[in-house]
Nanobody, 128 residues
Framework: QLQLVESGGALVQPGGSLRLSCAAS????????IAWFRQAPGKEREGVLC????????NYADSVKGRFTISRDTAKNTVYLQMNSLKPEDTAIYYC?????????????????????WGQGTQVTVSS
């Protein structure tokens, strides 16, 4: 069974940092496109950032550029989302997603398509 499990969500003060983890089981993250999405209360889920299967290309939503970064740890089969300078508007459930079946372009996509493996989400709350 192909599975992603997120962890690391927490309550953090504005300006603080947090690192989310996304661990894969049943498959190896190498050669998969990986993305982080988030969904705030009352809003649609949006793509935050992603990394291509080669690891060379990344793509960021404008709202997180310069604050969030994505990285992989091949040995741990885990992807990380490092979030710095957090703002209240970053409050959301954060999901990681993976795919390699439907899209093989040079760049990763921030749309929900083509990701077909999804985690259950982890809550991030930014508040004083």
């Amino acid at each position: 069974q192909l599975q992603l499990v997120e962890s690391g969500g927490a309550l953090v003060q504005p300006g603080g940092s947090l690192r989310l983890s996304c661990a894969a089981s049943g498959f190896t993250l190498d050669n998969y496109y990986i993305a982080w999405f988030r969904q705030a209360p009352g809003k649609e889920r949006e793509g935050v950032l992603c990394i291509s299967s080669s690891g060379v290309s990344t793509n960021y939503a404008d709202s997180v550029k310069g604050r969030f970064t994505i990285s992989r740890d091949t040995a741990k089969n885990t992807v990380y989302l490092q979030m710095n300078s957090l703002k209240p508007e970053d409050t959301a459930i954060y999901y990681c997603a993976a795919q390699r079946r439907y899209y093989q372009g040079s760049f990763c996509l921030l749309s929900e398509w083509p990701y077909d493996i999804w985690g259950q989400g982890t809550q991030v709350t930014v508040s004083s």
